[in-house]
């Protein structure tokens, strides 16, 4: 059995340039008329109330690497389809899993986009991600990594250790006792050689995330997604550290981010069979301020490229996250969610009944959904929108707006744009009106 894996964050690195072109030299700013004012259905500051944050999950988009497109016209163009669809939370816009730019030319670029973003529409809410992942310098794929990376004075200050004129060590984030030899341990390399799946009970890999998540936080971001949360906290079991640096960054925020606030998420996977509630709690409160979790669609054998939502199917989350008292102070028997096109890799593309239940017709949710037709596309939408309305309703959908498709290209297309088809984006899939009505409605 063939099999490919490439995780998201690899994917979309490497295709940095590819999806809608830049056909023109120059291009117009996309907001003719600039707003000026948060409404209140979408002002917070120091906390977030239940129904904000629902209003934000409403009309959230998962549009990967917004914040770091260098082109303008890309630029331009991806903010005028997130304005046409009436798109509020703008999920992973700024990250780096294979790291391809210095680190102050990255940040640099993520503050200036932002800063653009929010003077086209103030009530956009930014999310960046750090994921499960941490590179060294001499990985197979780049010249940059960790241990480039010089620890700023207030990171040692924050965890009370001595000041150093150090960078990052890379060894010092990984798993086991003899972080250099230990060949065994699954995470170890265990993306490519040279980038490893960091232990959160780690103190360098705290004060790395700690570092990452008040930088993003400096160039405006107000929420962070932490990947798979449950492949970093296995020397954590009863996630107190976890929730000491969640502590950290929320306090950092409090003091330094653009509403005083920031939201952190993360894939809260349940034990499969389980019928355990996907979320972390500790004495009562929850971890998170809202949970994630992949679509999960169940393959229709028979049916080509056909699926369904299901309520425990596997281990999906619907009717089942986890409740408590959120970070903002309210509390609830079941958080809120939303649930995305997982991107992960493939096996047997195009195949029902692969042993990889996971991924449907034997491709990732998004390369599956990228080679349905674009009518079953557009049906797909409106059906798990309505299905997760009826069926799920503390869950959201966050429909795709820019995802690698790398598993499993479509010709040279790598990556499914949401964006109509057009001069503008000669390669948009063109479900973009089919989103901006199901949200009008």
Not at 5 to 24: K, W, Y
Not at 92 to 107: A, D
Not at 190 to 196: C, M
Request: charged share 20%; net charge negative; aromatic share 14%.
């Amino acid at each position: 059995m063939k099999k490919i894996f490439i995780f998201s964050g690899i994917a979309i690195s490497l295709v940095f340039f590819i999806g809608c072109e830049d056909n023109t030299t120059q291009s117009s700013n996309p907001a003719q008329k600039r707003d000026t004012v948060i409404s209140e259905k979408y002002a917070f500051n120091g906390s977030i109330s239940e129904r904000v944050l629902r209003n934000y999950l409403s009309r959230a988009i998962t549009q990967g690497e917004l914040c770091q497109t260098r082109s303008d016209a890309v630029f331009n163009e991806n903010v005028r389809m997130l304005k046409s669809i009436g798109a509020k939370f703008i999920g992973r816009t700024s990250f780096v899993w294979t790291p391809e730019i210095p680190e102050e030319q990255h940040f640099a670029l993520v503050q200036k986009r932002a800063k653009q973003l929010f003077e086209i529409d103030p009530e956009f809410l930014l999310q960046c991600s750090i994921f499960e992942a941490v590179f060294h310098s001499s990985n197979e794929l780049t010249n940059y990594g960790v241990d480039l990376i010089p620890i700023p004075e207030y990171v040692f200050k924050e965890f009370g250790l001595p000041v150093e004129l150090r960078n990052f060590d890379y060894y010092a984030m990984l798993y086991g006792k003899n972080k250099l030899s230990d060949e065994e341990y699954l995470y170890h390399d265990h993306w490519v050689k040279g980038a490893s799946i960091p232990d959160i009970a780690s103190i360098e890999t705290q004060m790395y995330f700690f570092y990452r998540a008040s930088r993003y936080i400096d160039a405006g971001m107000e929420a962070i997604h932490f990947g798979q949360i449950r492949t970093m906290d296995d020397n954590d079991p009863e996630h107190e550290i976890s929730f000491e640096l969640l502590g950290r960054i929320r306090d950092y925020a409090k003091k330094n981010a653009r509403r005083n606030f920031v939201i952190c998420s993360a894939h809260v996977p349940a034990l499969h069979g389980s019928n355990k509630p996907h979320g972390i709690v500790k004495n009562g409160r929850l971890l998170f301020d809202f949970h994630v979790f992949p679509l999960r669609p169940k393959e229709i054998c028979g049916q080509p490229y056909h699926t369904i939502l299901e309520v425990g199917y596997h281990d999906s989350i619907y009717q089942n996250s986890l409740g408590g008292i959120t970070p903002s102070g309210w509390k609830c028997d079941s958080l809120p969610y939303f649930v995305e096109f997982d991107n992960s890799g493939a096996s047997n593309p195009g195949i029902c009944g692969t042993k990889e239940w996971w991924w449907p017709w034997g491709w990732d949710e998004i390369c599956w959904f990228a080679h349905c037709s674009n009518d079953y596309r557009n049906q797909w939408l409106e059906y798990a929108h309505g299905w997760i309305r009826d069926n799920a309703p503390n869950g959201y959908l966050r429909v795709p707006g820019y995802i690698t498709i790398a598993p499993d290209p479509i010709g040279d297309v790598w990556t499914y744009r949401i964006n109509t088809k057009s001069d503008a984006c000669p390669t948009g899939f063109s479900q973009e009106e089919t989103v901006k009505r199901l949200w009008s409605e």
